[in-house]
């Protein structure tokens, strides 16, 4: 059957058979989204996790003019700028002590990449023949070739099987079984001899924002270091705030050898990436020897909009305000989830930082079963933007949120369960 379309557009993780009409919006401002119809939306999900301030925050905004009027774009080798110097330098401030070298990108998937490519270099170049890389359980690291063969094994990659190179995954620490999953990490790391470990610290979020505790990461960084293996912090998502503290391995008082950091690096206005590493991985690349050169690079590294953007984020996170606005959400947010807690129609009922889900007990909990879109159309209607994973509900909102828009938002999760109850969507 040919599909008669609006639009050109092939739109990402969307069914356009099942969704094929596009919500428009015309203008953001903090918290809000305004559709082309007039109605206000609350962004209770960031714009897919990467909002840190709101929209157009004023700063943001002007350092992104100021900046596109003196330099948007150069050449990134052998060249440089003072946008991405003056981030690599407050980066360097801000990221755990002995991440010392600042690598530029685009994306969190490129970061990924990058990631792993610096892991292999460093192997490769001081001799050593380490190339398998361990995971855990329900990880999600992108949706390049490389970041889907360290995620999880799923219906999302199931048709690039024969490219996903193979990786080693350990089981998710959940509660009561954090002690199996340490095991299992020290095994493999005895055994295999693997190159490198990686994890997104305390929060997996696309595999249904499953949390688990700082002490767990600190015990898996003590696990990698005795057995000489690269912890990679994959901080995309948990980066900038959302665990509560400006990164979650800081909760762990971890320094992963190596580390990314997107999302939210530009508070969310353009996109950007970065892969920091210690000073020996750096040092395992710089040689006389050109087949020593770390061998990658996208166009658009560094590019200075970008950087400009990421700068005026930078610069508000030096600012104790911010912080306290961190605390805030993290508090409020507590207190919305408190009486869910106690709500027998919820299972799992968590938080971390800024960030709370819950999962609704159904018969039909999978990604794919339907319950997911369902809800996500139901809040449409409510005019908040939540996107559930399968059965779980999860609220990652901007920092200038309102007490009464996640009053607003919890009420609405409340009505869902209802209306589910009542079997008016399910
Ligand atoms: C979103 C995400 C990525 C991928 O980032 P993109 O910018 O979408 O490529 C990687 N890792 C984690 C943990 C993420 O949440």
Redesign the pocket.
Known sequence: MRPKRKSPIWHPFTQHALHDVMTEIVRGDGAYLYARDGSRIIDAISSW?VVTHGHCHPRIVSAIQEQAGRLNQIIFAGYTHDPAEEVAAQLLKLTPDGLDHVFFSD??????EVALKMALGYWHNIGKHRSRIVVMEHS?????IG?MSVGARSVFNAAYGPLLFDVTTIPFPAKGHEQAALDALDSICRKERPAAFIV?PLIL??GGMLMYPAWVLREMKQICERSDVLLIA?E???GWGRTGTLFACEQANVTPDIA?Y??GLTGGAL?L?VTLCRAEIFHAHYSQDRTRTFFHSSSYTANPVACAAASANLDLWRHKNTRDQVALIAKLQEQELEPFRSDSRFANVRRTGTITALDLKTTDPGYLAGIGPKLGVFFKDRTLLLRPLGNTIYVMPPYCVTAADLAEIYSAISDAADAVYRSCIS
Do not use: L, R
């Open positions: 996790w994306s969190g998937s490129t970061s990924v999600y690291h992108g949706d390049t970041a997104e979020g696309a994959d995309v998502m948990t990314c997107s999302k996109p990436a």
